[in-house]
C-alpha cells in the first residue's frame, strides 16, 4: 500500500489549479500573468510586481541542504502552521477522521482540526511530560489519520526519545501518518529524526525558520515527507504561498554568515537556559523549573498568578500556560538576550514594594 491511501480520495482526485507559473517558465516577456509591467516605489530590483515561483529553486535547494533531505521530500510553506492546516485538509474527511494529539502540546494541531471538523483524540503525556507510546497505540482508532507528536514539547520543554519516535511510525505503518513537529529541535541535545524519511513512508517531520532561525516574520516553514505525500499537498496549496521579500529573507539567513549568526544564537540561548534554570529554582515563590531542550524554561509558581502580573508590571510578557494539563501553576517564560533574562530575574527576585507596586 502507499501511504497516500491514507489521505483523502477526493484530494488525490482533485485537478489543482494551475497558476501562469506553472503553465509556462522561463521567457522574457511575461504577459501571462495579468502583472503590472513596472516595479513598485522601492523594489530595489526585488522584482515584486511579479508573483512569486511556487517553490523557489534556490530556496528548495538550501533548505534541502540545511535537513539533508532530497529536493522532492520538502515543500516550503508560510510558517509550519501552513503545513499544519494542509496536512489536516488532506488526510482528515471532515466529521468522520481524526488526528491524535498528547496534551500538553502545541495548540496549532487541534485548532486546525476543528476547522476541518476532524475529531481529537488526546492522549496525555505522562506526569513527567514523557511520551506514552503504548497509551498512543492504545487509543488508535481506523478514524486516526494523524498523529502529532511535538518534540521538544511546546509548551513542556522535553523530548521524545528517537527510540520511541521509531517504534511508533512503525507501528502506525499502513494506519497513520507520523508527524514529528520539531520546531525547537535546534536547541535540543537529540538531533532530527529526518534521516528517519527514507526509511518510513509513514513519517513527516515539520521545520520552521521562526525560531532558531530568527524569522518568526518572514513565516517559513517546512515539511520534510515522502514525496507523494509533498506532490498531494502541493495540490491544494494556494497558487502563490511565498512572498518575494521572505524569500529573500530566508536565503540571507541561510548564508554562510546567517548560518554562523544563527548557531552563535542558539549558543547563547542553551548557555542561558541552563544559567536561568538554575537562578529561576533559586527563586522565592518558585517550586520548580521543568528540564527544557527548546528555547523557553516553563516555571511553576505557588502563585503563577502573582508573578504573571508582576512580570508584567516590570514590562515583561511572559506566556500563562495554567490552561494546560499538568501546568496548572506555570508559565512559559522565552529565553532573551541576557541582559533580558536579567530583567526577568530582578522583576521575580525583589519584593514588590521595592518597585514601588503597592
Ligand atoms: C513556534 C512553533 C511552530 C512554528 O510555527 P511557524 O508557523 O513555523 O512559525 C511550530 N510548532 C510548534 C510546536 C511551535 O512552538
Redesign the pocket.
Known amino acids: 500500500m502507499s501511504v497516500l491511501d491514507l489521505a483523502r480520495a477526493e484530494i488525490r482526485a482533485l485537478q489543482p489549479y494551475s497558476s501562469a507559473r506553472m503553465e509556462a517558465s522561463g521567457g522574457e516577456l511575461l504577459l501571462n500573468a495579468n502583472e503590472s509591467a513596472w516595479a513598485p516605489t522601492g523594489d530595489n530590483g526585488a522584482g515584486c510586481n511579479r508573483y512569486p515561483d511556487p517553490q523557489p529553486a534556490a530556496l528548495v535547494d538550501a533548505l534541502a541542504r540545511l535537513y539533508g533531505v532530497r529536493r522532492e521530500q520538502l515543500l516550503v510553506g508560510r510558517?509550519?502552521?501552513?503545513a499544519i492546516d494542509l496536512l489536516v485538509r488532506a488526510f482528515c474527511r471532515a466529521g468522520r477522521d481524526a488526528i491524535l494529539v498528547q496534551p500538553p502540546t502545541?495548540g496549532?494541531y487541534a485548532v486546525c482540526a476543528r476547522i476541518q471538523d476532524a475529531a481529537v483524540v488526546e492522549v496525555p503525556l505522562r506526569h513527567d511530560f514523557t511520551l506514552d507510546v503504548d497509551a498512543v497505540l492504545a487509543a488508535l482508532t481506523p478514524a486516526v489519520k494523524l498523529v502529532f507528536v511535538?518534540t521538544p514539547n511546546?509548551p513542556a520543554g522535553s523530548v521524545v526519545p528517537r527510540a520511541d519516535i521509531e517504534r511508533l511510525v512503525r507501528a502506525l505503518d499502513g494506519r497513520a501518518l507520523l508527524v514529528v513537529?520539531e520546531?525547537?529541535v535546534e536547541f535540543a541535545d537529540e538531533g532530527s529524526v529526518t534521516d528517519l524519511l527514507d526509511r518510513y513512508d509513514n513519517l513527516a517531520v515539520?521545520r520552521?525558520l521562526?525560531?532558531a532561525w530568527a524569522l518568526?516574520g518572514a513565516?517559513i516553514?517546512c515539511l520534510l515527507a515522502h514525496p507523494e505525500v509533498i506532490a498531494l499537498l502541493r495540490r491544494i496549496m494556494p497558487p502563490y504561498p511565498l512572498p518575494l521579500p521572505s524569500v529573500d529573507a530566508a536565503l540571507l539567513a541561510l548564508s554562510g554568515w546567517g548560518q554562523a549568526n544563527a548557531l552563535a544564537h542558539i549558543g547563547v540561548v542553551r548557555a542561558e537556559r541552563a544559567r536561568m534554570r538554575a537562578s529561576l529554582a533559586g527563586l522565592p515563590g518558585v517550586r520548580g523549573v521543568l528540564p527544557s531542550q527548546a528555547n523557553f524554561l516553563t516555571v511553576r509558581f505557588d502563585d503563577a498568578g502573582a508573578a504573571y502580573s508582576r512580570l508584567f508590571d516590570a514590562g515583561i510578557v511572559v506566556r500563562d500556560v495554567r490552561r494546560y494539563p499538568g501546568l496548572d501553576d506555570a508559565l512559559r517564560i522565552t529565553i532573551g538576550a541576557p541582559a533580558e533574562n536579567e530583567r526577568v530575574l530582578a522583576a521575580l527576585a525583589f519584593p514588590a514594594q521595592a518597585r514601588g507596586v503597592a
Open positions: 510558517g509550519s502552521d501552513e502545541f496549532m511535538c511546546n513537529d520546531a525547537y515539520l520552521t521562526s525560531k518568526a513565516r516553514g
